[in-house]
């Protein structure tokens, strides 16, 4: 079971990742650099997915506050 896992790891390591390494090599950045910007990248668009949601959430609630049907006069 454990050499499967390191099977499906060095495939992983050898193949997936090879992305960054060619990405790299063309911009002429080291491989570190071109990981850690997709790391900061999804990091940054996942904080403005959430904001954007709570933004939306916050919204429509004061919506709702303001123009809430009253059934009478009265109940201003």
Request: proline share 0%.
């Amino acid at each position: 079971m454990l050499q499967l896992v390191y099977n499906i790891r060095y495939f992983f390591e050898k193949r997936g990742f090879y992305v960054s390494s060619r990405l790299a090599d063309r911009l002429g950045m080291r491989v570190k650099n071109v990981r850690l910007f997709f790391i900061y990248l999804s990091f940054a668009t996942l904080g403005i997915g959430f904001a954007f949601y709570l933004t939306l959430a916050f919204w429509l609630r004061l919506k709702d506050l303001v123009y809430a049907k009253r059934t009478s006069v009265f109940d201003l």
